[in-house]
């Protein structure tokens, strides 16, 4: 055992959006703050991202968005249909606005509020690129840059390449952290508050298997944000911290495609034509751009799979039109690229991944996911898709495209028949961005027992403490995942000074 000995009012473990964040606040109020931070930077998997949830911003109302706090919480509550806790979102929800400006006093610039897809609402504030105008991803790293050098100028001690291993409790109380340092050395920091934030378990398939029944790279192709491994809800649960049942952030995703051909993948992620491998119907397409709908559709089919169909006609369609579904995050508004990037994909040349796909298996790189065919039998072979239910289903789809869709009640315009001359199909798996939630905590982010009493100066928050959407993600709000990370982030660094600050830590 070293002979060293850290100690600090508060310690953070984990440095990733929510805990870079709780140790601002915490320091902002006085506290002395380490950051314990396993990895060599901050801000985590949220520097991948574009910007975060807010409500009531000055964005908004300059740009005229009638969408009031009430309005927001009401959406969120019927949407979780009030199985989650009402005062947490209530409090999260009131506090983003001033998130907003809380972050432009530390000098970062949001472009203004923005939806994700046509039926979500504008609550999406993505962060300014320096000398950009437009969207741009990783955009968010500046949100984290700002945040670290905060926290250095309010005298935050951040470690990296250090592993908490163990949360200290004495009677009753949190009392420290045993952890590894960059050395390899082990010590024990003396501290009065711990705030976990670890950022779930999406890199680690053992538990996702096991609290969610998904088989990470057969029928769950989630972004595995190296390091992400659940140590933080281990080290909770042992310190006595009530379980809730985590979820994944579900989406879907193409493996191989969607993160490294992107007009292919946007191209296959319109509205178009959906069956699974019984050649059945079993969505109304026109959702596919609400990710987390899609996905959960997805995820109820056999072997957890389905296929979106289009054919030349409806490529030229695109050619001459552009595509019905633009998102801000690919910006893909044309099928221009579309011939020279499936020459690629199907000769397997300069399959270079990009972006998260980095973070996947190699093998999904060899995995055929994209399919052309000439004729209905050959894209059925190439497939597995049921040919007798197919043809039948595409008969019935064309005949719809006639007059409507009396099945699922699609919008008539974005019905495209399939009568061309070759097929192409793209195969689509369950995929999201990690886990939300696993440990108790009230709406001040205690960490609580199993029976609902708080543990005395243990906090969480982010993704650890996300249980705040019931079964699936809102993505009707966009910007949710980082809102609550970083809004959660603040709410645990100013109770934990609170609770130093009472007779309760007396």
């Known amino acids: ?28 109020k006085d506290s002395s703050v380490i950051v314990l931070e396993k990895g060599s930077t901050t801000g985590g998997a949220a520097n991948m991202g574009m910007g975060f949830f807010a409500v009531e911003s000055k964005y908004q109302k300059a740009q005229m968005v009638n969408f009031s706090k009430e309005d927001a919480f009401n959406l969120f509550m019927n949407y979780t249909h009030w199985r989650v806790d009402a005062r947490l979102v209530r409090k999260y929800i009131e506090q983003s606005s001033d998130t907003i400006e809380w972050a432009e006093g530390m000098g970062v610039e949001f472009l203004g509020a923005y939806k994700y897809f046509e039926k979500s609402e504008q609550t999406w504030h993505v962060v300014k690129t320096q000398g950009s105008n437009t969207p741009a991803e990783r955009a968010a790293s500046n949100l984290y840059r700002a945040l670290t050098e905060r926290a250095e100028e309010l005298g935050v001690q951040i470690c990296y390449q250090t592993k908490a291993t163990k949360i200290l409790i004495e009677d009753g109380h949190v009392a420290g952290v045993e952890l590894i340092n960059a050395d390899g050395e082990k010590e024990e920091a003396e501290c009065n508050a711990v705030i976990v934030a670890t950022g779930g378990f999406g890199d680690n398939p053992k538990m996702i298997s096991e609290y969610m029944g998904f088989e990470w790279g057969r029928d769950l192709h989630s972004f595995r944000i190296p390091g992400v491994e659940g140590e933080g809800l281990k080290m909770m649960w042992e310190a006595g911290a009530g379980k809730t049942e985590p979820v994944m952030e579900l989406t879907y995703t193409t493996p191989g495609v969607t993160d490294v051909f992107k007009t292919l993948s946007e191209t296959m992620r319109q509205p178009n034509l959906m069956v699974n491998l019984d050649g059945l119907r079993f969505i109304n397409e026109e959702i596919m751009n609400n990710t987390v709908f899609t996905g959960n559709a997805i995820a109820r089919q056999r072997e957890r799979m389905a296929f979106t169909i289009i054919d030349d006609s409806i490529l030229e369609t695109y050619k001459k039109t552009g595509l019905d579904y633009i998102t801000f995050h690919h910006n893909i508004k044309n099928v221009d690229k579309w011939d020279k990037e499936l020459k690629t994909y199907v000769s397997g040349e300069g399959a270079e991944a990009s972006g998260l796909s980095l973070l996947h298996n190699a093998d999904q790189k060899s995995q055929v996911n994209l399919f052309e065919a000439d004729s209905l039998e050959e894209l059925a072979e190439k497939t597995g898709i049921n040919l007798e239910n197919l043809k039948k289903t595409i008969e019935e789809y064309n005949e719809g495209c006639t007059s409507s869709d009396s099945f699922f009640f699609k919008k008539h ?80 660094g100013y109770n934990a000074v609170e609770y130093m600050d009472s007779d309760e830590f007396m």
């Not at 953070?12 to 805990?19: C, E, L």
């Open 1 to 28: 055992m070293s002979t060293k000995k850290m100690e600090a009012d508060v310690i953070v473990i984990g440095g990733g959006a929510s805990g870079i964040t709780a140790a601002v606040a915490a320091a902002e």
């Open 413 to 492: 315009k974005y019905m495209k028949p399939l009568n061309g001359k070759k097929y192409y199909a793209a195969r689509h798996f369950p995929a999201g961005y990690g886990s939300l939630g696993g440990v108790k905590v009230s709406d001040k982010m205690e960490v609580q027992t199993p029976d609902g009493f708080k543990i005395h100066g243990l906090y969480a928050c982010g993704t650890d403490a996300c249980n705040i959407f019931g079964d699936s993600y809102c993505f009707l709000l966009p910007g949710n995942t980082m809102g609550f990370a970083v809004n959660s982030g603040r709410m645990a």
